[in-house]
């Protein structure tokens, strides 16, 4: 049983920066793929960066220049910079080993004026 427990969210001003933190109960190295999700009031979960075990990133065209997705051996990080009102949401973490596919809990990010 895989778990992920995500960290580092909170409050911050436009323009702000914040990392966000997951960590697995096991090494990522056996994770395909590894991704960052949203989801803000009234609206559905959205994708906002993934990393495959290549590595290869992709990300949302709405972050894209502004956060980056990185992995290590046993956590996996999204380093949001600029931030926006707009980005404020529940951020999830996700991994997807081949067999099993596992959420964390989310962390709440607040961007606020």
């Known amino acids: 049983q895989v778990t992920l427990v995500e960290s580092g969210g909170g409050l911050v001003q436009t323009g702000g920066s914040l990392r966000l933190s997951c960590a697995a109960s096991r090494s990522t190295i056996s994770f395909q793929l590894m991704a960052w999700y949203r989801q803000a009031p009234g609206k559905q979960r959205e994708l906002v960066a993934d990393i495959s075990s290549a590595p290869k990133t992709t990300y949302s065209d709405s972050v894209k220049g502004r956060f980056t997705i990185s992995r290590d051996r046993d956590r996996f990080y999204l380093q949001m910079n600029n931030l926006k009102e707009a980005d404020t949401a529940v951020y999830y973490c996700?991994?997807?080993?081949?067999?099993?596919?596992?959420w964390g809990r989310g962390t709440q990010v607040t961007v606020a004026s």
């Open positions: 996700y991994a997807d080993d081949g067999h099993v596919r596992v």
